[in-house]
Structure formats: C-alpha cells, structure tokens
C-alpha cells in the first residue's frame, strides 16, 4: 500500500516533483510511461521483482545529471605606469 501522509502519496509527491521541473511534453513521456508499467508493460525487465530498474535509473542519473560549473580565480595584480596615469610619482 502506498505510504499516505496527509492526503498525499508518494506518488502524487512524484508527480508534484515532475510538474514543478518539466515542460509539458516531458511530463506527459513520464507520465504515459508511469502509467503503462502500471498496467504490467515491463520495458525488458523482468516482470517479478527485478533490481536493474533501479541500478539502471541510478546510472543514468549519475551520467546525466547536470553538471557543476566550477570558476576559476584568478589574481590581478595592479600595474601602473606614468604612461597609463596621470599620477606624478
């Protein structure tokens, strides 16, 4: 039975989760796919409890996922010079 908290399941957690990030025709692929393994569609995994949906869901994320632009610090050193000034040393 699906954990209920509430009101709210997980899956209608999963689904709040998928509107608040996704475009429309995104969500519906997610959705329509939900759906369908509801309705016992197995994409090639087994149809008994089967592991390599989850280790497979875990790589793709980790292959995916976006990646953290990292910025580089530089160190400026001030030069000057009486060309480039008006200052008078």
């Keep these: 039975m699906a954990k209920n908290k509430g009101g709210i399941t997980d899956f209608t957690r999963s689904l709040t989760i998928l509107a608040r990030h996704l475009n429309k025709k995104?969500?519906?692929?997610?959705t329509n796919t939900m759906f369908a393994l509801h309705n016992g569609v197995t994409f090639g995994y087994k149809s008994e409890f089967d592991p390599a949906m989850i280790n497979d869901a875990a790589?793709?994320?980790?292959?995916?996922?976006?990646?953290k632009q990292k910025?580089?610090?530089i160190k400026l050193k001030l030069v000057s010079s009486r060309k480039d000034t008006d200052v008078k040393l």
């Design 59 to 67: 790589d793709l994320y980790k292959f995916h996922k976006p990646k």
């Design 71 to 73: 910025a580089e610090v």
């Design 26 to 30: 995104d969500y519906d692929l997610i």
